[in-house]
């Protein structure tokens, strides 16, 4: 539960170091003095976007910081999942916004981002404001509320687990049909590139043996008349270069026995007469297959033409590139022939996946409607009390066509105060004051259900006075003995009474400016500021009476 607060530079605050108790307490103050502002430094430490225009005007930067007593509210996991050191006797929430728009927040001195501090804080504090009272019209929240009632946590889990399974095969279904239905209009056009690429037979490497054969084949008689001349150079019957090579080896082999560098030379040239006669072997092999054939050459110059005519229709400049599209184009069309089957698979997958969302749908339903009833009889003994001796509280569900993520069930939480009244949702029939009793008695069910250490209720008695106010306080009062906190903010002299603690927000005319300030009250200045309440600024005998005497009542005290 929160044990202190401290705010520096928060637009009206200059600095605010306050204790607050356990148990049932309130907050009071003169319109304007500051309690929503209190709220609003409350709501940065919920995870809430910060605002530069509320820092406190020349300061660089405002400071938020909470402290907490969390030993019995379970929350270890939190702190072992996000990597945070836990301290069950003080846990420190703090935020800081600087003036250039940068924010900072804290958790245990260690950085943490802010949707870590909302869901920390979701479980630390619950700000009941006058605008949720507005929520009461929205479904959403009504189901929420079952929910939360109902402490089905485990099997919402169960059914939105399976839901989202659901929606995923749903999501991949829609995919796949548009898939599907876009690459059929492809289908024929695919399949005819397909086939002309296939007939082509294309082979690696064959475009450039194609054009080193065009080139042979084009200029076979220069070719061959160049193999014979080089083969008669070096073999011919006169004057060879073979027959001479032949006569310089005999040469230096008869000046060999008289000078010795002879032999070495003839050796030399012995291998040079070898591949020479190796050369001219070749080269009348080659001569002898060179032939001019102008069919075969007609052939690759046609078979070239139908490789450049593909590269250009396809804009690529390979053989390989042709093969490489073939095989995509080949993808293609085997994806298009088995979108049936995957399109079947996944319609079966839809089909048992819906049914074992109806089913998990039904055990929520069973869950929610059970609860319901207790609701109901539960709402009832908290509002008789409360000065509706006829009401009648019902909430109905009503079940979907289709499901959705809370499930197959449509909430809505039915009232009426009148005898014989007819029972219609409550948001549109309910006064301002109905209102606010039927959300304290909501919030008193949900406290019994969830181990929320504190509750800050602002203002919720708005539209009552009275004993009504004071069986309200009762209710709030009675929260805050349920290992709970529970801080009232009100205008109401009943409910201030009943608070363990009374706290006074106020406001202070200084040399450099307005401050707001929140002090713990004394007793006697607990009887002036109820006094204050009962009978305005002016301060009469009666009233201190009266207000000594609602102070008498509280046996809290």
């Not at 049932?24 to 605002?51: W, Y």
């Not at 909501?442 to 019994?448: D, E, R, T």
Request: proline share 2%; charged share 25%.
């Amino acid at each position: 539960m929160l044990q202190s607060i401290y705010i520096q530079n928060y637009a009206l605050i200059d600095k605010l170091d306050i204790d607050f108790s356990s148990g049932f307490s309130v907050i009071t103050g003169e319109t304007g003095a500051g309690k929503s502002i209190i709220l609003g430094a409350i709501g940065l430490l919920l995870g809430q976007r910060a605002d530069v225009k509320a820092i406190k005007n020349g300061a660089s930067k405002c400071i938020v910081e909470a402290k907490f007593r969390i030993s019995t509210y379970g929350m270890e996991a939190f702190f072992a999942e996000n990597d945070i050191e836990y301290d069950p006797d003080e846990c420190i929430l703090r935020r800081e916004v600087s003036a250039n728009g940068k924010s900072r927040a804290f958790i245990n001195d260690t950085p943490a981002s802010l949707a870590q501090m909302k869901v920390l804080g979701e479980k630390l504090i619950d700000v009941h404001s006058q605008h949720q009272n507005l929520l009461l019209n929205k479904e959403g929240f009504q189901l929420n509320i079952l929910d939360i009632l109902a402490q089905d946590d485990k099997q919402l889990a169960a059914y939105q687990q399976v839901y989202a399974n659901y929606r995923q095969v749903c999501r991949e279904l829609d995919d796949f049909i548009e898939q599907a239905e876009k690459s059929r209009k492809d289908e024929d056009y695919i399949r005819f590139q397909l086939e002309q690429l296939e007939e082509a037979n294309l082979k690696e490497g064959e475009q450039s043996e194609l054009e080193q054969e065009a080139e042979t084949l084009s200029h076979a008689e220069d070719i061959k008349a160049g193999l014979y001349k080089a083969e008669q150079l070096i073999d011919g019957e006169e004057g060879g270069a073979l027959s001479q090579t032949k006569e310089c080896m005999q040469t230096l082999q008869n000046i060999a026995r008289v000078y010795a560098p002879a032999s070495e030379w003839t050796e030399r040239l012995n291998s040079c007469y070898i591949e020479l006669k190796d050369i001219a072997h070749d080269l009348a092999g080659a001569e002898e297959e060179i032939e001019f054939n102008p069919s075969r050459l007609d052939y690759v110059n046609e078979r070239l033409n139908q490789i450049y005519s593909l590269q250009q229709k396809h804009k690529v400049d390979s053989v390989e590139a042709l093969i490489e599209l073939t095989a995509d184009y080949r993808k293609q069309l085997n994806a298009i022939t088995s979108f049936d089957d995957r399109i079947a698979e996944l319609n079966n997958r839809k089909t048992a996946l819906y049914e074992e969302v109806l089913k998990q749908a039904l055990q929520l339903t069973a869950l929610r409607t059970a609860s319901a009833r207790h609701i109901e009889e539960h709402m009832k003994s908290l509002l008789v009390p409360l000065g509706m001796p006829n009401v009648r509280f019902a909430v109905e569900l009503t079940p979907r066509k289709e499901p959705d993520a809370k499930g197959m069930d449509s909430v809505t939480f039915l009232f009426s105060a009148n005898k014989n009244g007819t029972l219609q949702n409550v948001a549109s029939i309910a006064s301002g004051g109905e209102i606010a009793r039927v959300m304290l008695s909501l919030k008193a069910m949900i406290a019994g259900a969830v181990k929320l250490p504190t509750i800050i209720f602002d203002e919720i008695d708005t539209g009552v006075s009275g004993s009504i106010a004071e069986k309200m306080a009762l209710i709030m009062q009675d929260m805050g003995r349920q290992n709970r906190q529970v801080i009232s903010i009100t205008h109401l002299p009943q409910i201030a009474a009943r608070g363990s603690a009374h706290y006074k927000v106020y406001k202070e005319d200084t040399e450099t400016g307005t401050n707001s300030h929140i002090r713990l009250l004394t007793q006697e200045e607990r009887v002036q500021e109820i006094a204050n309440m009962l009978s305005g600024s002016t301060l009469t005998e009666a009233a201190l009476n009266n207000a000594r005497a609602l102070l008498a009542g509280n046996s809290s005290l």
